[in-house]
């Protein structure tokens, strides 16, 4: 039976009872999670908790060992080219001699074929989603050059070029370009208008201000419909993530927070009646 949010937003996966590991070791059990049109997710949970387990799962690289994975597409074949993926900046290897343009393009691969030779509209597209990250001019720049935080741009506009359903990142933040992390959460809220996202972090201050709920991993999966959650859940999850505390509410870390003197300063402020 369909629910009113089924009908608003249709629902394009869904994980039921997932248990997956590696080779006898179980990382994820019994995991269950749905994915809406326009969800914007944000995964957390610490090194070693399953977030990029639950990620291999979803993208297919990872069998689970039981449950079953539904996704909502007319194509059952088409997955593949409605997933775009962004890894982690660790996973690439700077020095391999390939250009902007080269890592943008790759990302059509799963609809050119791998030996196919890409088209010149496949090109054309490359250029459109390459000027709309603002890179290029770097296109025919050697990819080990540029700086975190075009990186970024470059890695995000592959995982876009095939026009996504869903966008999945893992980790995105290790770019380390702190000069264009807000840049990059704005460009992210604008493609969530359009796509899901499913975002894997560590940082949940960071995360918290623009993902609309929460999932945290620890062995299990533990779902909040809410950007908001206390330091009490995280720690009955088991969750080892801290949240700065102002009297006995959660801080949650704004968009701007310049104005906030007593965060600038590191204090951490008592319960109100606690001298």
Do not use: W
């Not at 269950?32 to 990029?52: C, P, R, Y």
């Not at 070029?161 to 959460?185: A, G, Q, R």
């Not at 359009?194 to 620890?218: P, T």
């Amino acid at each position: 039976m369909e629910t009113s949010r089924d009908i608003k937003e249709k629902k394009i996966l869904e994980l039921q009872h997932i248990t997956a590991g590696y080779n006898d070791h179980i990382v994820l059990e019994d995991v269950n999670l749905s994915v809406h049109e326009k969800d914007f997710i944000g995964v957390i949970g610490a090194n070693g908790s399953g977030k990029t387990t639950l990620l291999k799962v979803i993208l297919g690289l990872l069998p689970p060992m039981r449950g079953n994975i539904r996704f909502f597409i007319e194509d059952i074949g088409q997955i593949k080219k409605y997933i775009g993926y962004m890894p982690q900046a660790s996973m690439f290897d700077k020095k391999f001699p390939i250009t902007v343009k080269d890592v943008v393009i790759s990302g059509l691969i799963a609809k050119a074929g791998l030996f196919r030779h890409f088209s010149r509209m496949h090109k054309t597209k490359a250029d459109e989603i390459m000027d709309k990250m603002d890179i290029l001019h770097l296109k025919n720049r050697a990819i080990g050059e540029l700086s975190g935080g075009q990186m970024q741009r470059v890695f995000l506009a592959r995982a876009l070029i095939s026009s996504p359903k869903l966008l999945v990142l893992d980790e995105p933040n290790t770019y380390v370009d702190k000069s264009f992390e807000k840049s990059f959460f704005e460009i992210l809220t604008e493609l969530n208008k359009e796509m899901a996202i499913i975002l894997v972090s560590h940082d949940l201050g960071m995360i918290s201000s623009y993902v609309k709920s929460i999932a945290c991993i620890s062995y299990h999966l533990h779902y909040h419909d809410s950007s908001e959650i206390t330091q009490e859940q995280l720690d009955s999850y088991n969750c080892p993530i801290d949240l700065i505390t102002h009297g006995d509410l959660p801080h949650r870390v704004l968009k701007d927070h310049s104005d906030c003197e007593t965060c600038a300063k590191g204090v951490k402020l008592k319960p109100e009646g606690e001298k």
